[in-house]
T-cell receptor, first 116, second 116 residues
Framework: AQKITQTQPGMFVQEKEAVTLDCTYD???????LFWYKQPSSGEMIFLIY??????QNATEGRYSLNFQKARKSANLVISASQLGDSAMYFC?????????????FGSGTRLSIRP | SQTIHQWPATLVQPVGSPLSLECTVE??????LYWYRQAAGRGLQLLFY??????ISSEVPQNLSASRPQDRQFILSSKKLLLSDSGFYLC???????????????FGNGTRLTVT
């Protein structure tokens, strides 16, 4: 069965430091997409970054990058130079197109807290 | 540009009462539509998704149901609410797979449901 695992329920990081949020996934599909979302305390869901299973390069979007290791089935989010505004819940998600008609599933999330 | 509307923002309902949450999308056609539920401080649980009018896939057997009467309208219903139905309900849309695997989810602002 398809599954997303985020093993860090909570993390504390000093401002301006880099932080890595872990995500592992399980699927037998060869074609899939991986996403990261940010959820501030307001509850809104903000799309951060995307990685396709056939993409050879790791995705980057500003201070966000995705460390994609396909053989290990991991897609860790790296935030460089963390800021106070980065404090939020972060969710890893996977899109499964063919066998499950566009189902998108989420991990349990990591609560990131940035210390000033 | 595309927008998604979800209402109401908050709802307090007694046990055994019916439920109807509505979500509409503007500015796109034939979107994939999703309903998620989030328990306090937890991850997103996929409840239903739809790739077209009248096409509903259910992920979790429970007393909730979903309908898609129009292309850009998605409704979450219950005939009799349970205490365990309390949570934060999020509607989302994405482009169909014709737009590629990388089409992210775009979320509504959510409905906070409290069943008393």
């Amino acid at each position: 069965a398809q599954k997303i695992t985020q093993t860090q329920p909570g993390m504390f990081v000093q401002e301006k430091e880099a932080v890595t949020l872990d995500c592992t996934y399980d699927t037998s599909d060869q074609s899939y997409g991986l996403f990261w979302y940010k959820q501030p305390s307001s509850g809104e869901m903000i799309f951060l970054i995307y990685q396709g299973s056939y993409d050879e390069q790791n995705a980057t979007e500003g201070r966000y990058s995705l460390n994609f290791q396909k053989a290990r089935k991991s897609a860790n989010l790296v935030i460089s130079a963390s800021q106070l505004g980065d404090s939020a819940m972060y969710f890893c998600a996977m899109r499964l197109p063919w066998s499950s008609a566009s189902k998108i599933i989420f991990g349990s999330g990591t609560r990131l807290s940035i210390r000033p | 540009s595309q927008t998604i509307h979800q209402w109401p923002a908050t709802l307090v309902q007694p046990v055994g009462s019916p439920l109807s949450l509505e979500c509409t999308v503007e500015g796109t056609s034939n979107p994939n539509l999703y309903w998620y539920r989030q328990a306090a401080g937890r991850g997103l649980q996929l409840l239903f998704y739809s790739v077209g009018i009248g096409q509903i896939s259910s992920e979790v057997p429970q007393n909730l149901s979903a309908s898609r009467p129009q292309d850009r309208q998605f409704i979450l219903s219950s005939k009799k609410l349970l205490l365990s139905d309390s949570g934060f309900y999020l509607c989302a849309w994405s482009q169909s797979l014709a737009g590629g695997l990388g089409s992210p989810l775009h979320f509504g602002n959510g409905t906070r449901l409290t069943v008393t």
